[in-house]
């Protein structure tokens, strides 16, 4: 009698992220299907069902169906889950009930977590998850009361309770889902200084990366940064100056969004629509009123997204900047890159040339399909595409109208967006090998 031998399946870490990811999604999708998560009783459709629990866990913002007010509040609570694992990581999740259970972290948890952020050594990593959970139970309760305090002046005590708990995981973890129905989000409180405050230092601290908070947190004790975090807070800060002084010319005098609010609320809207391009998804300004050099210039942001480790997507500012300046390098005639008086090895910079090129393939590609099967403007469906891809979550309004096929290319895009192009192409392509030997030079012209 022949015996069968099973091979042993062995996956890589990117493998088990994309692996891990899909079965959250899907968790989520069968539990919004549930009657008990819709205010009416009834049962979310597969497609819906699945594009939300795809948009929460990548920490999107994209809705078929408004949150605030088709789901009760089961289904809110297991979307702000989603969320929260979405963000910070089912990895890290899984490590905070291996310590509280007191369980060893082995090695492949280790091996996993360092892909999951994005680290290049094992060095510290439980030692950084641990500071990841306390920086977001820190920023969110924090955050949390004071929306509470300033909710409270609207509705009753419980219900801003609710509301701030809610808006400050979905903001910190930059997803961009809200509670107030009519998906207004945040438009009513364009002018309001406490509301944009704290949202936009939600928004910019979940962006910024928990390596970065720990260097800023630590930084009384060392007096100085990391050159990761340098790049990231100067190229975070001038994105948002900038962006915000782009919006405040563009929009200025557009009477369907700046125009009729005072110095105020046009400055805080200007600032805060700078922002949630980090990857964020609420707004204060309706995004469909926007002039379309504004609703590009957000395609160009939001693509962009936030910084390496963190809770947002796009391309990352770090790869912005490493392009920004091999262009700036290239043109003063030097061969090395240079960034704060230290030079970016090669593979630093093909890395970020692969990544963007792989993230603008896979926009453009979307966008295109999108532009056959869905009755909208190019515009608004590279706007939603980018929107996808960034996990971001802003719209232009074409969420809604989205065929069923449309809605699963999205999903898909949003899926993509929040593990990265390039884990991807690592858990789909063949296994790295030693290269053996190297081709002769070559050379072509260029330009």
């Known amino acids: 009698m022949n015996e069968l031998h099973f091979k042993k399946i062995s996956l890589s870490p990117p493998q088990i ?23 009416t009783g009834d049962s979310l459709p597969f497609v819906e069902a699945l594009f939300t629990a795809t948009s929460a866990t990548c920490v999107t913002g994209l809705v078929v169906v408004d949150t605030g007010t088709y789901f009760s509040t089961f289904g809110q609570v297991v979307i702000v889950l989603l969320i929260q694992i979405g963000g910070l990581g089912f990895m890290t999740m899984a490590t905070l009930f291996s310590l ?24 510290g990593i439980v030692r950084l998850i641990r500071k990841v959970l306390m920086y977001s139970l820190i920023i969110e309760s924090s955050a949390a009361l004071l929306f509470t305090i300033r909710w409270a002046f609207d509705m009753p005590l419980g219900r801003a309770l609710y509301f701030g708990i809610w808006h400050a995981v979905s903001m910190f973890n930059n997803a961009g889902f809200d509670l107030f129905g009519d998906y207004q989000s945040l438009t009513k409180y364009v002018a309001d200084p406490i509301v944009n405050f704290v949202a936009m230092f939600l928004i910019v601290s979940g962006g910024l990366g928990f390596i970065v908070l720990s260097d800023l947190v630590e930084f009384r004790k060392r007096r100085k940064l990391s050159l990761h975090s340098k790049v990231v807070l100067s190229m975070t800060s001038a994105l948002i100056v900038i962006g915000a002084l782009v919006i405040f010319i563009f929009e200025f005098t557009n009477s369907r969004t700046l125009s009729p609010l005072g110095w105020g609320g046009k400055i805080w809207g200007s600032f805060f ?25 957000m395609i160009i942001l939001m693509f962009i ?24 390098s290239m043109i003063r005639g030097r061969t090395d890159l240079v960034l704060f008086r230290y030079r970016m090895a090669e593979e630093r910079v093909f890395k970020a040339l692969t990544i963007t090129l792989l993230a603008l393939f896979l926009v453009v590609a979307v966008a295109m399909v999108l532009s056959t099967t869905e009755d909208a403007s190019f515009l608004s469906i590279l706007f939603e595409t980018t929107s996808a891809f960034g996990t971001v979550g802003l719209s232009m309004g ?13 999903s898909l895009t949003m899926f993509a967006g929040r593990l990265g192009p390039l884990t991807l192409a690592y858990a789909i392509g063949p296994k790295k090998g030693k290269e053996l030997y190297r081709h002769p030079e070559g050379k072509i012209i260029i330009g």
């Open 17 to 39: 992220l994309v692996i891990g990811f899909a079965l959250i999604i899907l968790l989520g999708a069968l539990l919004l299907m549930l009657p008990i998560s819709s205010t």
């Open 100 to 123: 509280v259970l007191k369980r060893k972290i082995s090695l492949k948890d280790r091996l996993l977590l360092q892909e999951a952020m994005n680290q290049t050594s094992m060095e």
């Open 273 to 297: 629509q700078s922002v949630t391009p980090r990857t964020a998804g609420a707004n204060t300004l309706d995004i469909g009123a926007l002039r379309q050099a504004t609703q590009f210039f």
């Open 305 to 328: 997204g936030a910084s390496p480790s963190s809770t947002g997507g796009g391309i990352k500012t770090t790869t912005f900047t490493m392009l920004v300046g091999a262009v700036g």
């Open 398 to 410: 074409l969420t809604d109208d989205l065929t069923a096929f449309g809605k699963i290319v999205i």
